[in-house]
């Protein structure tokens, strides 16, 4: 049986990075963010080429999902699939998530919370994605008595091969060398929103170093900045250690 991975992110992770670490891999079929056009249509937000990337992509969440978890495109042995868990709205059914294997990836609000106002001035919790991550990992719980693999990005940042050794044995695949880099450059499973937001990615050739950001979150944030700390720290704690880390 093929794997179909999931990994639900929050915005201004390294999730694109990763896509391009699974991407890399010759076993390896890599979709962008499936469920953003139907999240545009039904919210009405307003993101950059917004207008574009309904006209572009599927917006029926059904059909979405029956290709999803149907076979896997160019008959690879891993179908990885790069979600944004606040795309997962309300009105979509999760019965189907029972057919994927699931995985997270977190970053530290106080370091994402900066980049988000940038693009998004006034951002409510559910933005974040922290609590339709913290829905999805109880729901696989309940599914399996288990906590699915949690990456948090620093720790992929600071040790990009031993974390992604981590997440490849808790998902029961190898891990490939190969997933350190890439070429740079735009790919044809890019979604169409690429121009917008993957500048910085398509120039990249594997994972940057960490690097603490100086910025701090603008006092009007306050809330929700504490909000999100209390959903993180839920799921920092029971994110993948490698051997020897606090």
């Known amino acids: 049986m093929p794997l179909r991975l999931a990994m639900w992110s929050g915005p201004r992770n390294i999730s694109t990075a990763m896509m391009r670490a699974w991407g890399n891999r010759p076993d390896t ?3 962008d963010e499936p ?5 545009l249509k039904v919210t009405g937000i307003d993101h950059p080429g917004r207008e574009e990337v309904i006209a ?3 917006t029926d969440w059904r059909k979405v999902v029956a290709w999803l978890t149907g076979p896997v495109p160019q ?5 990885y699939q790069k979600h944004m868990a606040h795309h997962l709205l309300p009105d979509i059914s999760r019965d189907w998530l029972d057919s994927l294997t699931h995985s997270f990836l977190i970053r530290d609000p106080r370091e994402m919370l900066t980049s988000l106002v ?3 001035p006034h951002p409510r919790l559910a933005d974040t994605g922290l609590p339709q991550q913290l829905e999805l990992v109880e729901f696989v719980r309940a599914r399996t008595g288990r906590t699915p ?3 948090d990005a620093r720790d992929v940042l600071e040790n990009p091969r031993g974390m992604l050794e981590r997440l490849c044995a808790a998902v029961g695949v190898a891990f490939d060398e190969c997933m350190l880099s890439w070429p740079p450059g735009r790919r044809d499973t890019d979604g169409i929103w690429a121009k917008y937001w993957y500048d910085a990615v398509e120039k990249s050739t594997g994972f940057q170093p960490y690097r603490p950001k100086q910025d701090a979150v603008p006092r009007e ?3 929700l900045l504490n909000q999100c700390v209390a959903h993180y720290e839920q799921l920092y704690e029971c994110r993948l250690r490698l051997e020897g880390s606090p």
């Open 29 to 31: 079929f890599v979709c």
């Open 35 to 39: 469920l953003y056009a139907h999240y």
């Open 56 to 58: 572009h992509h599927e």
């Open 75 to 79: 008959g690879r042995a891993v179908f």
């Open 118 to 120: 940038k693009n998004l």
């Open 149 to 151: 693999p949690i990456l």
């Open 221 to 223: 944030q306050t809330t």
